[in-house]
């Protein structure tokens, strides 16, 4: 995917540049917002998208919106205008996110289960995502989603962990009609 690839890019040279300069808790701060504020913002996503908004236009709103970000942060914004490339910074944005975890050891599992979740088994999750991945620290997402009888699913990265009671169900189910 050539926004995929655009993002990554940008998003390389961001975290190079803010390692830099001391300023990379700062600028993954900002990605965040930005992130946050394009993905709430339909209105937002559309003028960024839109062929018929001048560009000058687009760098002026970007800038009114995110007027309090790093002087990095002001520029990547200024860079993508200026390239037509404003379509992508939310990509931009989640991937600079992405690179940062990985590069701080941050896992994100996204965990989805019937109920809400314990701290105690939380805290037992964590510690297990962390030796399992060998990562420095567990950011967990969680969902709950009543149509699933039990158990939990969980996501990290591409790999996922169906320990649902559906699944189980499913699975016995497949045994029985085999034997």
């Not at 009114?64 to 790093?70: D, P």
């Not at 990985?102 to 297990?128: E, H, N, P, R, Y």
Request: glycine residues 4%.
């Amino acid at each position: 995917m050539k926004g995929s690839r655009v993002a990554a890019r940008y998003a390389k040279s961001m975290i190079q540049l803010a390692k830099e300069q001391g300023s990379l808790e700062k600028v993954y701060g900002d990605m965040k917002d930005i992130k946050g504020t394009i993905h709430s913002n339909d209105e937002l996503d559309i003028v960024l998208k839109s062929p018929l908004i001048k560009s000058e236009k687009k760098k002026q709103i970007l800038v009114a919106i995110f007027k309090s970000t790093e002087k990095l942060t002001k520029s990547l914004l200024e860079q993508l205008v200026s390239q037509n490339r404003e379509m992508h910074l939310e990509l931009v944005a989640s991937e600079f996110i992405a690179q940062y975890n990985v590069l701080k050891g941050i896992v994100i599992a996204k965990v989805t289960s019937a109920k809400q979740i314990s701290d105690k088994d939380l805290k037992t999750l964590s510690a297990s995502i962390k030796e399992q991945f060998n990562c420095s620290e567990v950011v967990i997402e969680e969902k709950i989603d009543e149509a699933l009888l039990g158990g939990m699913i969980v996501r990290i990265g591409d790999k996922q962990i169906d320990d649902s009671i559906d699944r189980r169900i499913k699975d016995l189910k497949n045994e029985l009609i085999q034997a």
